[in-house]
């Protein structure tokens, strides 16, 4: 083995204990500036050319395109990350809120608008089936309750001991943990197309609504108590604010700076090795990696007791997805900022993803318009989009090679004859995501777009802990591990590293 350097480190507290973040998406970030309000010097390694990971930002054209998340909620956890620093989000951040939270529309065109006014969403319940109105208030503080237990009290538990599974297991019991997400809405709302209306939730973490765990059902009642925000400026906005925070840390970011192994002193880890064959000391290692591709690339299997080879997979991961970014000469000023387009199919479609991997001709979409709220993504005249289509992890037989194209003009007609008119005429620049692009750029086992299916036997103590099973001092964060995908859950995998990092003066 090559000796290891340490990497000069510039700014006050040199002589702090170093930490190494593998990754700059937002649980890298996040973890970052958490560490160095703790004391630590921090050196962020991030393989491609600019911050962000899944939130990184792509210019061209005259456009702006957020590569992924765009929907912001929880906000207050950005905000305390600005105030580990003495800063205010605001000073940084324009969030602004969104209404409605997200248009879906049905394939027949009926329009359901989803909104944070539960008078509202109780009018649009009963536009669609009267006698479901008092089955949706039930079905509110149900998930009040589920959002106290699962996210108030128990999103930021490291979950590191099987005894704190088994202490939360009657809340689990008594909340229905076992059942879907589907499921538990189904208890309450009889109209087929409500059940589809506030069981899609899951899509957003990379969940199925039959499979993931009721659990989930908590994002219903965290998006009515905060709200849905977007950043003026896109979802970089965010990333580059926390950049900010870090440099303003006197830490550092070092772009092109992929890892080729985490290094190893017997069972604790004390650095990385990057692609290049430099190596880098740290006393701690946090990998905001996919987290099966931590333990299956980035480690050796003889030190692997609990993540072997064949623990990974075996494991269940979720869909990948195909996005196409897209500015038109126009505007569409009748498209919200965020909308759901559904295919004929739900339950179908979502067997079709999940369990037999096969992309299917018909699909469900995830439009979104940032221009509705910010005209400054494009240049004048113009709007930006992106449309998402959940598809098969790449398990699935599907080339993406040589049917990427043909996917992108079935979904550009698609939405010719639904919501964009004469959008094949409009379109000025163009750029595409798919499958192999997590796998190949993003570094997501299977090109799974957020790694571990979020079922029950893969949540909290059963997801890779947030403190290695396996080896010591290296630490995880990110939508692999606990408590999950979702900018809420990513924030929070990181907010768990001040129950499980070591006090920096435990090195001095």
Sequence with gaps: MAPLSSEPIAGPGSDAPHAVVIGSG????????????????????????????????????GFVFDAGPTIVTAPFLFEELWALCGKKLSDDVDLRPISPFY???????????????????????????????????????????????????????????FRDMLKVGPDLIRLGGYRSVYQAVSRFIKDPRLRVVLSFHPLLVGGNPFTTTSVYNLIGFLEHHWGVHFAMGGTGRLVDGLVGLIKGQGNHIRYGAGVEEILLDGRWACGVRLQGGETIRADIVVSNACSASTYRTLLPAHARRRWTNRKIDRARYSMSLFVWYFGTKKRYEDVPHHQILLGPRYRGLLRDIFKSHHLAKDFSLYLHRPTATDPSLAPAGCDAFYVLSPVPHLDGPTDWRSMAEPYRRSIEQALERTVLPGLSDQVISSRLMTPLDFRDQLSSLKGAAFGLEPVLTQSAWFRPHNRSEDIENLFLVGAGTHPGAGLPGVLTTAKILDKVVPDAQTFA
């Design 26 to 61: 937002f649980g890298g970030l996040a973890a970052a500036v958490r560490l160095g309000a703790r004391g630590y010097r921090v050196t962020i390694v991030e393989k491609c050319d600019g911050p962000g990971g899944r939130a990184a930002v792509f210019r061209q054209d």
């Design 103 to 161: 248009r879906i529309r049905f394939d027949d065109g009926t329009i359901f608008d989803y909104t944070g006014d539960r008078e509202a969403m109780r009018a649009e319940i009963g536009r669609f089936s009267p006698e479901d109105v008092a089955g949706y208030d039930r079905f509110m503080a149900y998930s009040q309750q589920v959002f106290e237990i699962g996210f108030e009290q128990l999103g930021d538990v490291p979950f590191s001991r």
